[in-house]
């Protein structure tokens, strides 16, 4: 007999009082919270920081009406560090979640995952390939940093829709508002609009989850789980 078919005999035969059940659920959610093991602002936090600090030091290394100029070499140096430490959080927390996924669920899950990977070395190819065509510098980097943001939103928008998560949805939407609003900023507008909008939504994504009490973090995360 399986442990859910104890559970079901016990109360059947012993039902439980408003104590003992408020128990049990706590008892269940949190080893569902264990077995789950991962707070999702681990997927927005360290990419909200990334964002809001790598550009937003390129964008110190331009002269502008910020009294604080950066060396290019150290943005760079910022930039670089940031998004390795944030690859590899994704990649371990990723790692952590799927072990915990069975079935569709996992595939799904996995191949969400690949998305990123593909999609990214996709938008790399496109991008590189435009610009040996002679753009301006300029155009260069406004089409770099809108077609980033672009590809994050639409990532967000398929995971909104295959998890039925529309906080994930509204996520994309502002990511590619982000994104348009970047390239209208012109240069170097557009690394304050991706710092700020772009690395401060991932960050109050972050918060939210961070902050919203473990039951409601733990039917979202339920709700990921059984796609």
């Excluded at 949805?169 to 609009?193: E, K, Q, R, T």
């Excluded at 939210?208 to 979202?220: E, G, K």
Aim: glycine share 14%; with cysteine; hydrophobic share 50%.
């Amino acid at each position: 007999m399986s442990g859910r078919d104890t559970d079901a005999s016990v109360d059947e035969d012993h039902p439980l009082s408003a104590g003992e059940s408020l128990a049990l659920i706590e008892r269940q959610q949190a080893a569902a919270q264990r077995r789950l093991g991962v707070n999702p602002a681990l997927f927005y936090g360290p990419w909200g920081v990334a964002y809001l600090l790598g550009f937003g030091s390129i964008f110190l290394t331009y002269p502008t009406a910020v009294p604080v100029r950066l060396p290019g070499q150290v943005a760079v140096v910022i930039t670089g560090v940031l998004f390795a430490v944030a690859t590899v959080i994704f990649v371990v927390t990723g790692t952590r979640v799927g072990r915990g996924l069975r079935g569709p669920s996992r595939g799904a899950g996995a191949m969400y995952g690949w998305s990123w990977t593909l999609g990214f070395c996709a938008l790399a190819a496109v991008n590189i390939g435009v610009t040996r065509l002679g753009l301006p510098d300029d155009a260069v980097t406004l089409l770099w940093s809108g077609s980033s943001l672009l590809l994050v939103g639409v990532l967000y928008l398929a995971a909104g829709a295959l998890f039925q998560d529309w906080f994930q949805y509204g996520l994309g939407m502002w990511m590619l508002v982000s994104g348009a609003c970047s390239v209208f900023a012109d240069v170097p507008g557009n690394f304050a609009v991706v710092s700020l909008a772009g690395g401060g939504g991932l960050l109050l994504a972050a918060a939210y989850f961070a902050l919203r009490p473990p039951c409601r973090r733990l039917r979202h995360e339920r709700d990921r789980v059984h796609v």
